[in-house]
């Protein structure tokens, strides 16, 4: 475990640790701390703005944990965004800040510039792209200068579909030059359901789009070279053979963020870049008529400021029951669970990508718990531990030089995380081709 100075008494600091997933990731940060050899403990803290919310979520995480000292032994830090100076404090006493306080592009940014500023890394579980680029290209150079590591969207938004794309890479033996990922989420009886605030983060993406693709310009990117024959993208609903289900394009983060990941690979690293296309399942004929309506109906309320209040206000009768104010309980939690299967396709060994049509393919596949509280949690504070561990493997210009703005592939592609999430429940294998 990385050393912890005087002036810094904390590796983890969980910033809105009394919200929903905040109370999780204490959980989780808990039972990693139990797990830590006993000569070098892993000191954590938990920072929000009600003291009195903290002292709840850490009395309830030492009931449900049997854990009892966490009450006594586990120090808490009073922040807020609109404080700038708490936030100052807060960042000069922890080597990592774990924010969970979105939505993100509300409430992400002013964190950021407090952990560039006061030299604590960031790690955050941001699904919106908006955020993750503005961030990229706002305090990369900033972050570079401070040696400070930013790595956003180290939840199941994207680490599952970033970290799966560089595992099929080295399980192919060749050139792998495209891949199709397709999500399939399993519930029991009493369904699947996610927070209140992952839907506001959706319904304000959406109404902005716009200003995502101006975004983009400001970087100045020239177009990735496709390497190998061109993906030919599928329709905007399908029924895939793959998954035995009518499925539409994943609308979440993964794409932008594996692109990311595969530029930074391509530009600093000299990798072959690999085309990817992100699929979700969407079940059967009837769930499609359901989900075609009440995106209609989505598509045209977040275009107006009054249709996006009415969204945000009712969140689970827009949503048809999705995402609600009180989130989803324990038994649903624990009911649930994802499977995110890729299917790649490349050139053997010695054979020239440039000469006729892929000849060899891959499938593998990464599963795990419940998407936002109990796999997004793990992908998190395994993240957090990495870097804390093998801070040396991460991305660097020279031995003084470190630090950026990153993906969590782009940051993490040189340590073991994912064989620390294959054992903290997220499970990468090589699957037979179908």
């Given at each position: 475990?990385?050393?912890?100075?005087?002036?810094?008494?904390?590796?983890?600091?969980?910033?809105?640790?009394?919200?929903?997933?905040?109370?999780?990731?204490?959980?989780?940060?808990?039972?990693?701390?139990?797990?830590?050899?006993?000569?070098?403990?892993?000191?954590?803290?938990v920072a929000g703005r009600s003291r009195q919310r903290l002292e709840e979520v850490l009395k309830q995480a030492a009931e449900r944990l049997s854990m009892p000292e966490l009450t006594t032994d586990i120090d808490i830090i009073v922040a807020d965004v609109s404080i700038e100076e708490s936030l100052s404090i807060m960042?000069?006493?922890?080597?990592?800040?774990?924010?969970?306080?979105?939505?993100?592009?509300?409430?992400?940014?002013?964190?950021?510039?407090?952990?560039?500023?006061?030299?604590?890394?960031?790690?955050?579980?941001?699904?919106?792209?908006?955020?993750?680029?503005?961030?990229?290209?706002?305090?990369?150079?900033?972050?570079?200068?401070?040696?400070?590591?930013?790595?956003?969207?180290?939840?199941?938004?994207?680490?599952?579909?970033?970290?799966?794309?560089?595992?099929?890479?080295?399980?192919?033996?060749?050139?792998?030059?495209?891949?199709?990922?397709?999500?399939?989420?399993?519930?029991?009886?009493?369904?699947?359901?996610?927070?209140?605030?992952?839907?506001?983060?959706?319904?304000?993406?959406?109404?902005?789009?716009?200003?995502?693709?101006?975004?983009?310009?400001?970087?100045?990117?020239?177009?990735?070279?496709?390497?190998?024959?061109?993906?030919?993208?599928?329709?905007?609903?399908?029924?895939?053979?793959?998954?035995?289900?009518?499925?539409?394009?994943?609308?979440?983060?993964?794409?932008?963020?594996?692109?990311?990941?595969?530029?930074?690979?391509?530009?600093?690293?000299?990798?072959?870049?690999?085309?990817?296309?992100?699929?979700?399942?969407?079940?059967?004929?009837?769930?499609?008529?359901?989900?075609?309506?009440?995106?209609?109906?989505?598509?045209?309320?977040?275009?107006?400021?009054?249709?996006?209040?009415?969204?945000?206000?009712?969140?689970?009768?827009?949503?048809?029951?999705?995402?609600?104010?009180?989130?989803?309980?324990?038994?649903?939690?624990?009911?649930?669970?994802?499977?995110?299967?890729?299917?790649?396709?490349?050139?053997?060994?010695?054979?020239?990508?440039?000469?006729?049509?892929?000849?060899?393919?891959?499938?593998?596949?990464?599963?795990?718990?419940?998407?936002?509280?109990?796999?997004?949690v793990s992908a998190m504070v395994q993240a957090a531990v990495t870097l804390l561990n093998e801070l040396h493997s991460l991305p660097r210009r020279s031995d003084t030089h470190v630090g950026g703005v990153y993906t969590p592939g782009a940051a993490f592609y040189k340590t073991t995380l994912i064989d620390r999430l294959?054992?903290?429940?997220?499970?990468?294998?090589?699957?037979?081709?179908?």
């Amino acid at each position: 475990m990385a050393s912890v100075t005087s002036s810094r008494p904390f590796h983890l600091i969980i910033f809105g640790a009394s919200g929903f997933t905040g109370q999780f990731v204490v959980q989780e940060v808990a039972r990693c701390a139990a797990e830590s050899p006993g000569g070098s403990p892993l000191k954590w803290a938990v920072a929000g703005r009600s003291r009195q919310r903290l002292e709840e979520v850490l009395k309830q995480a030492a009931e449900r944990l049997s854990m009892p000292e966490l009450t006594t032994d586990i120090d808490i830090i009073v922040a807020d965004v609109s404080i700038e100076e708490s936030l100052s404090i807060m960042c000069q006493q922890g080597l990592v800040i774990l924010n969970c306080v979105g939505p993100y592009r509300f409430y992400g940014e002013p964190v950021v510039k407090a952990c560039v500023e006061n030299g604590a890394h960031y790690i955050d579980i941001c699904g919106e792209p908006q955020f993750l680029e503005r961030m990229q290209l706002e305090y990369h150079t900033k972050a570079l200068d401070r040696g400070v590591y930013v790595i956003g969207s180290c939840g199941f938004d994207s680490i599952p579909a970033d970290l799966g794309i560089l595992y099929t890479n080295r399980q192919f033996r060749g050139t792998l030059t495209a891949v199709e990922s397709f999500l399939n989420i399993s519930s029991g009886p009493k369904g699947a359901s996610g927070h209140d605030a992952t839907w506001q983060s959706a319904v304000y993406g959406f109404a902005d789009s716009r200003s995502l693709r101006q975004l983009r310009k400001k970087f100045g990117h020239k177009p990735l070279p496709v390497v190998g024959a061109k993906v030919h993208k599928r329709g905007f609903v399908f029924f895939s053979k793959e998954i035995e289900q009518y499925v539409i394009p994943f609308m979440g983060s993964d794409p932008s963020v594996v692109k990311r990941t595969q530029r930074f690979l391509y530009e600093e690293e000299h990798h072959s870049p690999v085309q990817y296309s992100a699929y979700v399942g969407v079940g059967g004929i009837f769930s499609l008529v359901k989900l075609f309506c009440g995106g209609l109906l989505f598509w045209f309320m977040v275009k107006f400021s009054l249709g996006r209040r009415l969204l945000t206000t009712f969140p689970s009768f827009f949503s048809f029951g999705m995402f609600t104010k009180a989130g989803p309980s324990m038994k649903q939690i624990e009911d649930t669970c994802f499977s995110l299967t890729f299917f790649g396709e490349g050139y053997s060994e010695g054979t020239d990508p440039a000469q006729g049509r892929p000849n060899a393919k891959i499938c593998t596949q990464v599963i795990g718990g419940e998407p936002g509280y109990v796999a997004t949690v793990s992908a998190m504070v395994q993240a957090a531990v990495t870097l804390l561990n093998e801070l040396h493997s991460l991305p660097r210009r020279s031995d003084t030089h470190v630090g950026g703005v990153y993906t969590p592939g782009a940051a993490f592609y040189k340590t073991t995380l994912i064989d620390r999430l294959h054992n903290h429940g997220i499970k990468f294998s090589v699957r037979t081709f179908q």
